[in-house]
């Protein structure tokens, strides 16, 4: 059962969400977890002037995802940061190239699953996820959030990410809050949810 985590990160914080996706993930039996990145479109003096570049180096290891690859999978979790409310431009391009995989069907009846990050605390995390899940819907996914059983999401003592949508973190303003404990948490608890359902799925 072949799970991809599939994002893009600007200044690294969903980067690190994504790293708790896939060990929650992993802790799945019969999950083998692999972590893509969406073709980037900005060029590098564009992202020079959006102080990006340097954040980027800690991830761009990490190899950029085919729409071939795509359809391989058991079940996709995406990762976006918030623009304006909605998924980045990025990963936009990325599923407007995916049309063969919707002639095809290749992946009607897979979980897919979304998670986000904003700078600001009601800066468009539920949005973005709700509206990201309009094209995985075209696309024939079963949609799978993040049930209250991941109690973190209940909190009252900490200012915290986390919907019944998907896993969010706030970067804050500069983007100089990391995720938390908290929001690793849900991530984590994410990663394993999809697995388990995509397990029962291509039973
Ligand atoms: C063009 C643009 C639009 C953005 N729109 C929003 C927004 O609507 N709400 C918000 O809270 N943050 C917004 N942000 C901030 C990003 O969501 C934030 O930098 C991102 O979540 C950090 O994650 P990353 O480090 O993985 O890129 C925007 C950033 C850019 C560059």
Not at 123 to 130: A, D, N, V, W
Request: hydrophobic content about 40%.
């Amino acid at each position: 059962m072949k799970i991809l985590v599939v994002y893009y990160s600007m200044y690294g914080h969903i980067h690190l969400m994504a790293e708790a996706i896939a060990e929650g993930a992993k802790s799945v039996s019969g999950a083998t977890v692999e972590m893509r990145r969406a073709p980037e479109t900005l060029s590098p003096e564009i992202l020079e002037k959006m102080g990006a570049l340097e954040a980027q180096k800690s991830f761009n290891h990490v190899p950029v995802c085919t729409v071939a690859e795509l359809g391989t999978a058991d079940a996709v979790i995406f990762g976006t940061p918030t623009r304006y409310g909605n998924m980045c431009g990025q990963m936009r391009q990325f599923l407007d190239a995916t049309g063969q995989l919707w002639v095809s069907g290749a992946l009607v009846g897979k979980a897919g699953s979304v998670f986000t990050s904003s700078a600001t605390q009601h800066g468009g995390q539920e949005s973005t996820i709700l509206s990201f899940h309009t094209t995985l819907l075209h696309l024939g996914m079963v949609i799978v959030g993040l049930p209250y059983s991941f109690q973190g999401q209940m909190t009252m003592d900490e200012i915290t990410g986390g919907s019944p949508y998907g896993a969010s973190t706030i970067a804050g303003g500069k983007g100089e809050r990391m995720p938390s404990i908290n929001e690793l948490d849900a991530a984590r608890f994410q990663g394993r949810h999809v697995a388990a359902i995509a397990a029962k799925l291509s039973a």
